[in-house]
């Protein structure tokens, strides 16, 4: 079992999970406060809230619900290493 090489146990990179687990909250956080402005400024500033959607699409790497999936990814990634580790 020790020639078993990490890299081999890590699952591959997918779309939705990211490298780390605070990378991973900092894109939620970056993405749920762009998304909550460009609604709080849509009515008197209806271009500025677009850009800020978008912002907040390219954060989430699709919508919120991407975000999600990702996070569930990315936590069930790591606890795989830690275990695998073990």
Do not use: D, Q
């Not at 020790?2 to 687990?21: D, E, I, Q, V």
């Not at 939620?28 to 402005?37: P, R």
């Not at 460009?38 to 809230?49: C, G, K, L, W």
């Not at 677009?50 to 999936?69: D, E, N």
Request: glycine share 6%.
């Amino acid at each position: 079992m020790n020639s078993m090489n990490l890299s081999s146990t890590a699952s591959p990179k997918t779309m939705f999970a990211s490298n780390g687990l605070v990378e991973h909250l900092v894109r939620g956080i970056v993405g749920i406060s762009a998304l909550s402005y460009a609604i709080s400024i849509s009515v008197p500033h209806p271009f500025y809230s677009l850009a800020l959607a978008g912002v907040s699409m390219v954060a989430f790497r699709g919508c919120p619900i991407c975000w999600t999936i990702g996070l569930v990814e990315t936590t069930y990634r790591k606890f795989k290493r830690h275990h695998a580790a073990a």
